[in-house]
């Protein structure tokens, strides 16, 4: 794919979205105690995770040092978007104890790490610094789902709300929130992803027509998890809403995009979006296409 994320913007669109009256707050919802931004920064970039090539892979390792990581976070806080969704990681939770001992109050809503071998652990330590909520890795919850160990994840939800965190649940898969739902488990908001990434490379390649080279991005997915989004009983926080670039080809592309996901989205819905502002200011970008597009909604 010719893509690679939002840098490839033609530079007089991407210089149209720095003017400094684009800095402005988006609106706020409750989530639980806190007041949050509709609008949370995810951390997929800071981690490496493009979900476009191992080279985006690398470049977005190599440009977000501390210190990048950390001017991220100020420049959201300054704009109006105080959530932060990201891994609980080493490093995560390294970096965000250095933000904090320098001033910086972003909220943290943290996925479980996976790759840690003792998760409840890792939902302790969630709690002890400072997190506002947890929810457990939609891959992981995916793979569980699959297996039939739900009660694996069933039973992380629980440590998390016996550590005080506000409880949530990662899926790919609409089926899952249906699942969860019967079953009327002790959660507080869902994290969703309108593209199912968690398919085998058969099930893909069937719904391509032929073979899949990377991580496959079905279009229709997004309109089934939407509709499920708006019958949730709980607070989903959307993602992926720009399929990792691949509805960035232009500033009315990605608006479209936005619009759709606000569209089906209940009032206290938001959507987290990652940054990768090596090129440009896409926390002004983003902060000025979601206040744009949830005044529209909002209007008769």
């Known amino acids: 794919m010719a893509i690679s994320r939002r840098y490839l913007l033609a530079s007089a669109t991407a210089g149209a979205v720095l003017a400094s009256d684009t800095r402005a707050d988006v609106d706020r919802v409750k989530f639980g105690l806190a007041s949050i931004c509709r609008l949370v920064v995810g951390g997929n970039p800071v981690s490496g995770y493009s979900h476009m090539s191992e080279t985006l892979n690398s470049e977005m390792l190599d440009y977000f040092t501390a210190s990048n990581v950390k001017k991220l976070l100020r420049d959201c806080e300054q704009a109006g978007i105080n959530a932060w969704q990201s891994r609980a990681d080493r490093f995560v939770m390294r970096i965000l104890r250095e933000y904090r001992s320098e001033g910086g109050r972003i909220e943290w809503i943290a996925q479980t790490a996976s790759e840690l071998g003792d998760i409840d652990r890792n939902i302790k330590e969630i709690a002890a610094a400072g ?156 902060c000025r296409l979601v206040k744009e597009v949830t005044a529209a909604v909002k209007r008769p």
Not at 241 to 253: L, T
């Open 131 to 286: 997190a506002i909520a947890a929810y457990n890795h939609g891959a992981n919850t995916d793979a569980l789902w699959k297996s039939g160990k739900m009660e694996v994840v069933h039973d992380r939800l629980k440590v998390m709300r016996q550590a005080g965190l506000r409880v949530g649940l990662g899926t790919h898969t609409p089926e899952v929130i249906d699942y969860v739902e019967s079953k009327d488990w002790d959660v507080d908001f869902y994290m969703t992803c309108v593209y199912n990434m968690s398919r085998s490379k058969q099930d893909a390649e069937k719904l391509a027509g032929g073979s899949v080279e990377g991580e496959f991005f079905y279009e229709p997915d997004r309109k089934q998890m939407l509709e499920r989004v708006r019958k949730a009983s709980k607070q989903c926080l959307i993602f992926k809403v720009y399929g990792a670039g691949r509805r960035c080809r232009s500033q009315e592309d990605m608006r479209r995009a936005l619009s759709e996901v606000f569209e089906y989205a209940k009032p206290a819905d938001v959507v987290v979006i990652g940054m990768f502002p090596k090129y440009k200011d896409q926390v002004a970008e983003d």
